[in-house]
């Protein structure tokens, strides 16, 4: 059984930072390329960083230079470091994992809320 586990999420105030974890179990994990992608709502889902199993990155605009994607293929787990935290980056954060069409995986998802 494949379970994707988010936690870090929180309340902070704009500036401030949060790192997100998200476990990974269930899977050969150093094979899966992950992801984070956020909900805000109204709003569709979007990818926000992702890191391939060979540990290649890419980011969306809005979290170039803010945030930073890694994964420790020992502990099965994909970090997002999230910096200087805007308002605008309110969101429910998901973890992807991914290594085909058939083994893609989302975890549950963690509330992160910037506001003064």
């Known amino acids: 059984q494949v379970q994707l586990v988010e936690s870090g999420g929180g309340l902070v105030q704009p500036g401030e930072s949060l790192r997100l974890s998200c476990a990974a179990s269930?899977?050969?994990?150093?094979?899966?390329?992950m992801g984070w992608y956020r909900q805000a709502p109204g709003k569709q889902r979007e990818l926000v960083a992702h890191i391939n199993s060979a540990g290649s990155t890419n980011y969306a605009d809005s979290a170039k230079g803010r945030f930073t994607i890694s994964r420790d293929n020992a502990k099965n787990t994909v970090y997002l470091q999230m910096n200087s935290l805007k308002p605008e980056d309110t969101a429910i954060y998901y973890c992807?994992?991914?290594?085909?069409?058939?083994?893609?995986?989302w975890g549950q998802g963690t509330q992160v809320t910037v506001s003064a």
């Open positions: 269930g899977i050969i994990f150093s094979i899966y390329d």
């Open positions: 992807n994992s991914r290594a085909s069409i058939r083994h893609d995986f």
